[in-house]
């Protein structure tokens, strides 16, 4: 690999300044993407931010009616959490479900959160949750955070501290993954919460969205035959060797009703 | 810059730059030639260690996050006349084709069955998700970790 530099900060602070004082910097999480993304200089920050000593970053803790991730929570950690799985289990399945065994003990959700790679997996979870995403400096709600292909809130330097997660009733995922890579071709999150049911998708678009067709559909009648001939505009959403744009809309609606009757036999 | 890193059992200070990866610490530094690349681009698997206790690919793990862990590597867990019993299974199933792919299986494998209350056939093709055979030998892979698993229940 390229030369560059590799910083180690123990707090928040001392990362942030580390950043802003290097020439092209990147932060460093669990580096699953980022790592393969400079070998192939696709990437190729001058200065490596690594946060695994950043304790402020850890940690999974029930507050009341939501759940706090440090960002630097591994998705292993969160796959068999007691406290997650009491709380919201259908994100520990999600997290259960992100690549492989070897790349969940080192990949961590404010890592995920932070790329917005369109076919990861938590973002469906976020958006699905409503979730705040919780930086150095302020709070982005989640309806706000994810702008467009690996494009988010964040701003140069700005890092995700902790991730809060609202609870729902009731919750459950259910993604079409690509055979080889595990990345979601499309995820679908359906959340039930006292005032309604929330819809996260993942892999259809250019980053994660609510399908507010779905949302209606499901707010009428709360089972997977509501959503039969429901509508799902494809305009904008991915096309590559892996799916079509229309199969993807249609895999959306698989997806969601699969979901659903999980929600329903939860 | 340098790191201080337990190797199976035994402690070294080295003298890295900040692009070296764990898995040539492993190979060029301390001539722990036993784990191999495969795709260099953490698809295959080839390389697991143990880290602190978790199967990670060590070609996706640079000097500086390893300093101050404690790696296991397949030189680590048993000896030629005193084998792991993974590796015991593994010779008695024949678990092997070319064999390129067996340290990275294996350590996977360890890892798997240490944390798992309860494997059956489909539940370790899952959990050996991350480790590619390109001679396409799992069947025998799949009863070789069974016969380990079922030994501990």
Not at chain 1, 101 to 127: E, F, K
Not at chain 1, 133 to 142: A, E, L, W
């Amino acid at each position: 690999m390229y030369p560059f530099n590799y910083h180690k900060p123990s707090s928040v602070d001392e990362a942030v300044s580390l950043f802003l004082d290097a020439e092209d910097p990147a932060y460093l999480s669990g580096g699953m993407t980022l790592i393969p993304t400079m070998k192939q200089r696709l990437a190729m920050p001058t200065d490596l931010v690594d946060l695994s000593g950043v304790q402020a970053m850890r940690g999974i803790e029930r507050q009341d009616q939501k759940l706090v991730l440090g960002a630097f929570t591994r998705h292993a950690e969160v796959a068999r959490s007691e406290v997650v799985a009491q709380a919201i289990p259908a994100l520990a399945h999600l997290a259960g479900l992100i690549g492989d065994n070897q790349v969940r003990y080192r990949g961590t959700i404010g890592g995920s959160v932070a790329n917005s790679d369109p076919a990861a997996d938590y973002p469906a979870a976020v958006v699905a949750l409503g979730a705040e995403v919780v930086t150095n400096k302020r709070t982005i709600s989640s309806a706000d955070y994810f702008q467009d292909l690996f494009e988010t809130a964040l701003e140069p330097g700005e890092m995700i501290v902790r991730i809060e997660l609202p609870i729902p009733r009731r919750a459950a995922y259910r993604k079409f993954p690509n055979p080889a890579s595990r990345y979601a071709v499309v995820g679908v999150m359906v959340a039930q919460f006292d005032n309604g049911v929330q819809v996260g998708v993942t892999g259809a678009g250019p980053c994660a969205f609510r399908a507010s067709t779905l949302e209606a559909a499901l707010a009428a009648d709360l089972r997977p035959e509501a959503l039969a001939g429901v509508d799902i505009p494809d305009a904008g959403f991915n096309a590559d060797l892996h799916a079509s744009a229309e199969y993807r809309a249609h895999l959306v609606g698989v997806m969601a009703r699969r979901a659903v009757a999980d929600l329903l036999a939860s | 810059m340098e790191i201080t890193v337990t190797v199976n059992g035994r402690s070294h200070r080295l003298d890295v730059s900040p692009n070296t990866l764990l898995v040539d610490i492993l190979r060029e530094q301390l001539r722990l030639t036993g784990t191999h690349v495969g795709c260099d681009t953490s698809q295959c698997g080839a390389c697991t260690v143990h880290l602190n206790g978790d199967a990670v690919k060590s070609c996706t793990v640079l000097a500086g996050q390893a300093d101050g862990a404690s790696v296991v590597t397949i030189e680590g867990i048993g000896a030629v006349d005193d084998l792991h019993p993974m590796q015991a299974a593994f010779r008695e199933h024949h678990a092997l084709q070319c064999g390129f792919c067996t340290p990275g299986m294996i350590m996977a494998a360890i890892d798997l069955v240490e944390k798992s209350d309860h494997l059956d056939d489909a539940a370790v093709r899952e959990g050996l998700e991350g480790n590619i055979c390109r001679c396409t030998g799992y069947h025998n892979i799949v009863n070789a970790v069974l016969s380990v698993a079922e030994a501990k229940a």
